[in-house]
């Protein structure tokens, strides 16, 4: 079974007729899915229609790329735009407005634990997920979005209201 009309299309041009050489020499009935008949039961006009439709597929795929080449080899590609940085500097501050939100949160967490233990990423996502608090694309805490919210609340300017020694310990290894 195969469809023989899309099969050709993404033959090489130069290797079509040899796929067509191959079918007609098959012992086995090739099944076309696209005509719901086998190969052997075609006419050789509607044969023809299908070599002539893989022949024109395959140049109106091949013609758009062999042109991009021709350029590529003429004219130098243009700068890349430089929105993405723009996009890099927005995603930082929406992240650092969540670490903001979330610190206090976190350095209640920190509190909870016995004398020089540090918050470790899985509990702190434990920790979020059972308040219901989702996480930036709106789903569950996981160890890795922890551990980036505690790196990024580790490397918040100090800020005098909150518990500068908690901050301490986010940020040492």
């Not at 005509?35 to 229609?49: A, G, H, L």
């Not at 980036?148 to 908690?166: H, Y």
């Amino acid at each position: 079974m195969a469809d023989i009309r899309e099969l050709m299309g993404r033959t090489r041009r130069d290797r079509i007729i040899k796929c067509v050489d191959v079918l007609n020499a098959l012992d086995v009935e090739v099944w076309d899915a696209s005509s719901r008949r086998t190969w052997q039961s075609m006419t050789q006009d509607e044969r023809r229609s299908l070599i002539t439709d893989a022949v024109r597929m395959n140049k109106s795929r091949s013609e758009p790329v062999k042109a991009g080449i021709r350029l590529s080899r003429t004219e130098k590609a243009a700068l890349p735009n430089s929105n993405y940085k723009h996009g890099n500097r927005a995603n930082r501050h929406n992240a650092n407005q969540r670490a903001h939100r979330y610190q206090d949160f976190v350095l209640k967490e920190m509190a909870k634990l016995p004398a020089g233990k540090k918050l470790s990423p899985s509990v702190l996502a434990t920790a979020l997920n059972a308040a219901g608090v989702s996480s930036a694309r709106g789903g569950r805490w996981t160890h890795n979005t922890a551990k980036d919210l505690i790196a990024r609340i580790g490397t918040l300017p100090e800020n005098p209201t909150s518990a500068s020694g908690a901050r301490r310990k986010l940020r040492d290894p």
